[in-house]
């Protein structure tokens, strides 16, 4: 397999990967906001990662509203994350092997 197939698989995973963190820290901050909703009977919630909303709690935790755009984001910004980790692991792997050859 040539190196370009290889890296183009190291960068989808990458992107997957960074989906589903986002999913993840999504669906767990969500379910945190509608604890605070129910445990102290608020009105209403805005469920925020890094300051930016991602969910609208209201009419007491009986409804919710998402904000698309910023959860797309914040799976772009993981995606990025994950692919440059990934890639910096993999440069320094190879640049281990180097040393040691």
């Known amino acids: 397999m040539s190196n ?3 890296q183009l698989i190291r960068i989808t995973i990458g992107i997957i ?6 999913v993840i820290v999504s669906t767990i901050l969500i379910t945190v906001g509608y604890s605070f909703t129910n445990m ?3 009105a209403s919630y805005t469920v925020k990662f890094i300051n930016v ?10 409804k919710g509203i998402p904000v698309p755009s910023n ?4 799976g772009i ?4 994350i994950t692919v440059f980790a ?15 050859a």
């Not at 990967?17 to 986002?22: A, D, E, K, P, T």
């Not at 959860?71 to 914040?74: A, T």
């Not at 910004?77 to 990025?80: D, G, K, L, N």
């Open 4 to 6: 370009t197939n290889k």
């Open 17 to 22: 990967l960074g989906i589903v963190i986002s």
């Open 77 to 80: 910004v993981w995606s990025v």
């Open 71 to 74: 959860m797309m984001m914040l």
């Open 53 to 62: 909303p991602i969910f609208y709690i209201k009419e007491s935790g009986k």
């Open 86 to 100: 990934i890639e910096t692991l993999h440069y320094f792997r190879e640049k281990s092997k180097e040393k040691r």
């Open 40 to 42: 102290d009977k608020l």
